[in-house]
């Protein structure tokens, strides 16, 4: 590229570092891609729409904007002094046959970025006399969700102005260098003292116990929306407004609730999406760029803390940390008790307040906005978006490898239980406060658990596993997926288990860990413990590492057997040096 052609390079925010890093992590994935597709109604000229988006790039440098990492020792940002952006027209309204949008739009996503160029396109598809549909794509490394609202509004001026054939010109604005330099320019003494002293004690992420057992990875991105009832939002601003509150420090607390009653603590973590855009640079709010920062909310009680205090401490530490808030995600990290291993959270929360609704209301002389919808990807397991414009409407984006649709459906009601819950009991206790219907209640602790069934009381499980060996010793005994044990075959493995365990000190009443998804080896590790005459305690390797500690440390466990998947795993997570870690699948084969 010839120096000519380059307006100016810059260094990345480290917001931007952490996504192009994602980028390079896994390039084949929907991380941070975003979609914007609105419905048009009207009259559209081609040439008027072609200039019109010339416009808009030339104003807003984001929008011409490059990536460069490789040989060098930090990655910088390559403004380019023009750039025609990649307009795509397809005209189905001639076509006999109905068109799929929805088509269309999964192809555009199927297409992915090269950082390396401009992540940033347009297509416009004619799919009646009148009746458009345009979709804008971009990455997230150029700008954030309120920057689209900013786009809009100046593609449209820029098109009114070609429609009526006035030379448009480009308005002169801040820079987001300036925002770039800002950053740079910043003391970072008080930001640590502050997070160290913020997070102190908390030595564990806080993931989300209903994942799936599947390991990590990327299956795809699911997206589900629901709308709390009309009235509850009313009814919530009502209560901030009476108790001095915020809508988000409700919105936060109600979450941050959820994933303490789910991952039975009291001391929990979720990630907070900020503006991050700083009052004191001049005409920031009118700049296209990705200011955004997500930061770390923590969210600590006592069983019988009053939900209103817990409100009202979460409002004080909003507005305490808002001198932090542009603190890089990785540094607040490495100034935390948690390991390199772990994530501060696994859900971030983001509320919603971009000025796009505004547009389906804004007439232009040619043509209006209908309606829109938004695919956007992140690299959290689950993303909880909550619009507050028009109602409460919540939109869980999550990764289908870790969450199915049922467990998504089952948070968005337990969300909407604490939402309704808060403002009409504000003294209640947070340890009475339900996070599931009185239906669901009796479905889980009377229906679900109605699976009594008569059995020998004068025999032990593993001697009436014995007897069925000798029944039926080549019947099917377990089955996962595609592999099977006979009764014969669990029975021996489960046997020589059993062997070494008593040898290792296993007797009456002791427990031993067992780290295992479902699985041959965990039925083999729950007999072999059983015939050793000990109790077993199941733990899933995904959990945090205090947690895993501490269920070791609190059972007096001294053994924990684990499949080969997740040794390496549980061996860095268990500090205990007096718990020997043994692999299953070696000692029972």
Not at 88 to 113: M, P, T
Request: one cysteine or more; a negative charge; charged letters at 30%.
């Amino acid at each position: 590229m010839a120096s000519k052609d380059i307006e100016d390079i810059i260094a990345l925010t480290p917001m931007q570092e952490g996504m192009l890093f994602h980028y390079l992590k896994d390039p084949g994935s929907d991380y941070y891609f975003e979609q914007l597709c609105l419905t048009i109604t009207g009259r559209i000229d081609l040439n008027g729409f072609k200039r019109a988006w010339e416009v808009v790039v030339e104003t807003n440098e984001m929008l011409r904007t490059r990536f460069s990492w490789e040989k060098l020792e930090k990655p910088v940002q390559i403004i380019l002094k023009k750039h025609s952006p990649r307009l795509i027209f397809h005209d189905f309204s001639a076509d006999g046959e109905a068109i799929d949008i929805e088509e269309v739009k999964s192809g555009d996503r199927r297409e992915k970025f090269d950082l390396k160029e401009v992540p940033f396109r347009i297509i416009l598809c004619k799919i009646e006399t009148d009746k458009y549909e345009m979709i804008i794509s971009n990455h997230h490394i150029l700008y954030d969700g309120w920057s689209n609202g900013i786009i809009l509004k100046e593609f449209l001026e820029a098109y009114r102005q070609a429609d009526k054939k006035i030379k448009a010109i480009a308005p002169v604005k801040t820079k987001f260098k300036e925002f770039v330099r800002w950053l740079q320019n910043r003391g970072v003494g008080e930001e640590e003292k502050y997070w160290r002293e913020y997070l102190q004690g908390f030595e564990s992420g806080t993931g989300i116990s209903l994942k799936k057992e599947a390991g990590k990875g990327l299956a795809g991105s699911g997206n589900y929306r629901f709308k709390l009832a009309p009235g509850i939002k009313d009814t919530a601003e009502r209560f901030v407004r009476h108790h001095n509150l915020t809508s988000a420090s409700l919105l936060y607390c109600a979450w941050g609730i959820l994933l303490q009653k789910i991952n039975d603590s009291d001391d929990i973590i979720l990630g907070t999406t900020v503006s991050g855009r700083p009052a004191n640079i001049k005409g920031i709010e009118h700049v296209v760029g990705l200011f955004i920062n997500t930061i770390p909310l923590r969210v600590q009680s006592h069983a019988d803390e009053r939900i209103l205090s817990l409100l009202k401490r979460t409002n004080d530490t909003l507005i305490a940390r808002e001198e932090y808030e542009s603190t890089s995600l990785v540094k607040i990290k490495e100034w935390s008790g948690v390991s390199n291993q772990e994530e501060l959270f696994d859900s971030i929360v983001v509320l919603e307040n971009y000025p796009l609704h505004r547009f389906l209301v804004e007439k232009n002389s040619a043509f209006a906005f209908d309606s829109y919808s938004l695919f956007e990807m992140t690299h959290y397991d689950l993303a909880v978006g909550i619009s507050i414009v028009s109602g409460l409407e919540v939109r869980f984006i999550y990764n289908k490898a870790v969450f199915d649709e049922n467990t998504i459906e089952r948070l968005g009601r337990f969300f909407t239980a604490v939402v309704e819950d808060i403002p009409g009991n504000p003294g209640k206790a947070i340890s009475r406060l339900e996070i599931i219907s009185s239906e669901e209640k009796k479905l889980i602790l009377q229906d679900f658990n109605d699976t009594q069934l008569d059995y020998p009381a004068d025999k032990t499980i593993p001697e009436l596993f014995g007897a069925q060996v000798e029944k039926n010793p080549d019947h099917t005994a377990v089955s996962c997926e595609d592999m099977h044990l006979s009764y014969n075959e669990l029975h021996l493995r489960a046997g020589r288990l059993a062997l070494i365990l008593r040898k290792k000190g296993v007797r009456a009443d002791t427990i031993v860990g067992l780290t295992i998804g479902r699985s041959l080896e965990m039925m083999i590790g729950i007999m072999g413990i059983l015939e050793a005459g000990g109790a077993y305690l199941p733990i899933d390797p995904n959990y945090p590492q205090g947690r895993i500690n501490y269920m070791l440390k609190d059972s007096k466990a001294n053994i924990l057997l684990a499949a080969p998947a997740v040794q390496v795993q549980v061996e860095v997570k268990v500090k205990e040096k007096a718990i020997e870690i043994i692999d299953i699948s070696k000692k029972s084969s």
